[in-house]
């Protein structure tokens, strides 16, 4: 019985052991459908409303699933009329890539989201800061953009959106 018992907690155990060690990088089908519809918004304000939809329906509290919803709230905020409003929507989704950067500062898929509010948003937000360090991080991190099939997403991001060194777009190769 004793022995029983103790089986049951250590099968708990690494049943625990094993989500937490998954929380990281999210990798469920729908996430991944979700993340190629991200990518396919450009600049398509009714797209960016449903995809928004489809992440807050996710009912998922990863940092990767927070720096998303954040990030199409930020971008969500290009939709709204009432100029309060679009600050509103912009920093309330700048507090979320935020949040999830500061729990996961080593994820470069969060930092690549970042990145796309740095650097298409207005200059008087004041909100760049971290454009440099982004680039350099995820060029570091690219092997891990490429595990969750981002890589080539984000190399052509770079390559379109952003002023890169001879040496960075040496990485990139």
Known sequence: MILLNKIKVAFWLIIVMNSLAFTDYPTSAKLKTLRKSFIA?????????????????LNDTSNTVLAY????????????????SKLSWFNKGKKKIEKAIKNEPNNPELRFLRLTVQQNAPSFLFYNSSIQDDIDFILNHLKILDELNLKKDVELFLMKECSLSEHQKQKLK
């Open 41 to 57: 918004i450009e600049g398509n304000g009714q797209k960016a409303k449903t995809v928004y939809q489809a992440f807050i329906k």
């Open 69 to 84: 919803a954040g990030t199409l709230e930020a971008i969500l905020a290009n939709e709204q009329s009432n100029p309060f």
